[in-house]
């Protein structure tokens, strides 16, 4: 008889709909604990390898340089990497200096690695030593609505970033789902009918653009 084996992670990482790990940590900003941190705000938590790195620099500098369209979002931006506070301002300063790209966002310095560890930013068969990139969703009720790890070697996409958020927080607004592509503008779709009752109001529901009685889209 064969047996299923199921290897458990050897570090228990958050998943969609567990709320945020709670911690407190030193940034580019003070200290700060997650518990306390954007109050009525959504977070976006985002990991990078190493300060003074070139994708890392390309992605920081897309974060800051679009900071704007999360203020719009009403999210805050908190970013991670296992440095020092003192490196992350030596490399906010140079970035400043030769872009005059500004990074206006707190940069956790998590050098004795436990937020990283905690949130599985720290995948040791990528690295031992930096997080990989990830990105954590985080909701004002402070639970975790989405997340993405990249490898150290592919910079992330911010035009996903964003739109990822706009989608989940539009999901929410309209309580509707997302197609394939989604984007500002683009119809959304109505959840499917559970009942017979339900199902006769579709079929009847001239407003609906209708592929099928389960697929059906609409204008918000
Ligand atoms: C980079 O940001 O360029 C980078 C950082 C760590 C490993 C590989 C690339």
């Excluded at 992605?59 to 440095?83: P, Q």
């Excluded at 197609?179 to 009752?197: A, C, F």
Aim: aromatic fraction near 10%.
């Amino acid at each position: 008889m064969y047996e299923t084996l199921v290897q458990e992670p050897l570090v228990s990482m958050p998943r969609i709909g567990d709320q945020a790990p709670d911690f407190e940590a030193l940034t580019t900003k003070g200290k700060i604990k997650m518990s306390d941190f954007a109050k009525g705000k959504w977070t976006v938590m985002f990991s990078h390898p190493a300060d003074f790195t070139p994708v890392c620099t390309t992605e920081m500098s897309g974060f800051a340089i679009r900071k704007n369209e999360f203020d719009a979002l009403n999210t805050e931006l908190l970013g991670l990497s296992i440095d020092s506070v003192h490196a992350h301002l030596g490399w906010v300063q140079n970035v400043r200096e030769s872009t005059g790209v500004y990074f206006d966002f707190p940069i956790i310095a998590d050098i004795d690695m436990k937020v990283s560890k905690r949130y599985g930013m720290l995948q040791p068969n990528e690295s031992e030593t930096s997080a990989v990139r990830a990105v954590f969703f985080i909701d004002p009720t402070k639970k975790i609505r989405l997340i993405m790890y990249y490898p150290l070697n592919v910079g992330r996409n911010m035009d996903e970033i964003l739109r990822a958020l706009d989608a989940l927080q539009t999901s929410d607004k309209y309580k509707v789902a997302m197609p394939l592509d989604w984007k500002r503008g683009d119809k959304v779709i109505v959840p499917p009918p559970k009942t017979l009752d339900e199902l006769n109001a579709r079929i009847a529901d001239d407003t609906l653009e209708k592929v099928e009685w389960y697929l059906a889209k609409k204008e918000i």
